[in-house]
């Protein structure tokens, strides 16, 4: 079922939109809503804001964190309302492409009001509550902003302080419109033949291994791999992390099952058809 992401720069009144949502959607329209909270998941682990959000490694894991928590929640009987700051256009998009597999709808809700008045609101919290103005600023520098344009950010809702939420408009961008199709890589299908898909995985793995090897020694931009006659990709990255690899890896062998290449085809063939799928995926990631 649906899912609502709150983005917003810091105390700008993100917590306060969630529950104004959540209790719109349960008592108007009564439907059963989840929060995944940032703030809930900092204080459970007992963890300070300023020092998080200065480490990215730890920012990362409470990103990993908040996702794997609203996507267990989504079920056909939910809404889950992911009120964090969601603040990096990437982190969004892979929260789009997940709910869009889950067979869900998802709307965007930006929290906006002035630096200053979002700093008053942030010295009036308890001491412990509170951004210092060094993370405070450089959270404001790191955020990007949603755009409409983004099929990842759209539907937005753009709330001002003194505005009240558009419930019946969020309602109906929720419940009155059809999920966007999952991508054909991760629709079921019949497996091919286990000698197949046995190769395949090998020959992936292997090229797998290939990119992170290459990736130590400093490889980025186009890299040039010896195996299987040899294979050039695109568009890699130094952010680029083995997780993401092994992930495009499982979507490549879930797009074979569902278009199985010829029978005939060498495996310096199949290792060419999953260069070009990497060249394609990582040529499309937003920048």
Known sequence: MPLVMIAGLPSTGKSTRANQIKEFLQDVNKVKVHIVSENDIINN???????????????????GILKSE???????????????????????YELYCASKNSGSTQVTVETI???????EWNVRRPEGERYSKECFDALHLRYEIPDSRNRWDSP????????SIPGSEIYQALFLRKPP????????????????????????QAIVAEIVSAKKCGAEGTIKLPC?????????????????????RRQFLNYAKLHPPSPKETPDGLAQLFSQFLNTTLSALPS
């Open 45 to 63: 682990k007992e963890l300070h804001k300023n020092n998080l959000f200065s480490d990215p490694q730890k920012e990362k894991e409470l990103r």
């Open 228 to 248: 299987h006659g040899g294979i050039i990709l695109e568009n890699i990255s130094g952010s680029c992390s083995p997780a993401q690899l092994a992930r495009y």
């Open 113 to 119: 009001c002035t630096k200053d008045e979002a700093w």
């Open 70 to 92: 609203a996507l267990r929640l989504l079920t056909p009987n939910n809404v889950v309302i992911l009120d964090a700051g969601n603040y990096i256009k990437g982190y969004r």
């Open 156 to 163: 937005l809702f753009c709330l001002q302080s003194h505005e």
């Open 181 to 204: 199709p999952p991508n054909q890589s991760t629709q079921s299908a019949p497996l091919s033949s286990a000698n197949f898909l046995n190769e395949l995985d090998k020959i992936t």
